[in-house]
């Protein structure tokens, strides 16, 4: 559930809509959600001095109550 809103929200503001990804990862400490964007588009989901990024992991964090939930967002062109 949290990996599909926050996979709706980010394709709102992308211009390559259809190349977004979120995979939900079950580790020790936790969920992780790995957003991957076009390369195009990473600058915009991070935003001016990460505001935009916080504002996400605001968002998923309140739909997630108590659960917890961290955001990591992967650079594509690095592999």
Do not use: C, N, Y
Request: aromatic letters at 2%; a positive charge; zero cysteines.
């Amino acid at each position: 559930m949290l990996a599909d809103a926050l996979e709706h929200l980010v394709r709102g503001i992308v211009d390559h809509p259809d190349e977004v990804t979120v995979r939900d990862r079950q580790l020790r400490r936790g969920s992780v959600l790995e957003v991957r964007v076009h390369p195009d588009d990473l600058g915009k989901v991070i935003g001016r001095s990460g505001r935009t990024a916080t504002a996400f992991r605001t968002v998923i964090s309140a739909l997630a109550g108590g659960a917890g939930a961290r955001i990591d967002f992967v650079d594509t062109d690095r592999r």
